[in-house]
């Protein structure tokens, strides 16, 4: 099993609600990522977990939460969005401290704010 | 943060080869160059990737310079499919876990 698995892969919200982004991976992966995209811009990198330990912020507004449950799962968790905050939003895993491994991404989960 | 810059945009005949080039002048002595690729609002799918000698895979080869300060990505017969934008990117940090793209060549293969 090579894959991501993001859900869901659309979604829209209002600046009031709560929301969460889901990703999966049974690769045996330790590191995992979030990244955004904006339309014809390339990914963004926001947060590392290593370990389940977040280990890098890219500075990332409080209103973006993630969330590392156990080896496989990494959660986003959304709430008080802006209309800016919508972008494609990539999982990516990869194996840990091995310079040469490779991302994998999923598919993306395609955010709309109003 | 992106340790790379590439040409925005480029054209290739369907069957020749398209060689797609990125400078990567601040790279350190052990930072891997990755390429990537991404069709239309798909996730990026990893190609290849190197660290100081020329790598060959089924997809593509990249070719890396004595001094590291650039590679090349060489699809060796470009198809439609290979329209997509290719991201060079430099892995950094002491764990290698950090991956910054740059901003991308978006390759147009025309029939």
């Known amino acids: 099993d090579t894959e991501v698995t993001q859900t869901p892969k659309h979604l829209v919200m209002g600046m009031t609600n709560k929301k969460s982004l889901k990703c999966e991976q049974h690769m045996g992966h330790r590191a995992m990522y979030w990244y955004k995209q904006k339309a014809k811009k390339p990914p963004e990198l926001m947060f590392v977990?290593?370990?389940?330990?977040?280990?890098i912020n890219e500075s990332v507004p409080s209103r973006f939460s993630p969330e590392c449950p156990n080896s496989s799962l990494l959660n986003l968790h959304l709430h008080a969005l802006q209309p800016e905050d919508s972008a494609l939003y990539l999982c990516?895993?990869?194996?840990?401290?091995?310079?040469?491994?490779?991302?994998?991404f999923g598919e993306g989960s395609r955010l709309t704010v109003l | 943060d992106a340790k790379t810059t590439q040409p925005t945009s480029m054209d290739c005949a369907e069957g020749r080869a398209a060689n797609l080039p990125c400078n990567h002048s601040t790279i350190s002595g052990n930072e891997y160059v990755y390429w990537y690729r991404q069709i239309h609002s798909q996730g990026p799918q990893y190609i290849i990737h190197g660290l100081k000698n020329n790598e060959t895979n089924e997809m593509a080869s990249l070719i890396i310079t004595e001094d590291r300060k650039s590679s090349t990505l060489i699809l060796p017969h470009a198809t439609l499919r290979d329209t997509a934008v290719y991201y060079c990117i430099v892995r950094v940090g002491n764990t290698g876990n950090q991956f910054y793209f740059g901003t991308g060549t978006s390759l147009t293969v025309i029939p």
């Open positions: 990516a895993s990869s194996r840990y401290s091995e310079n040469t491994g490779e991302l994998f």
């Open positions: 977990y290593s370990y389940e330990k977040l280990s």
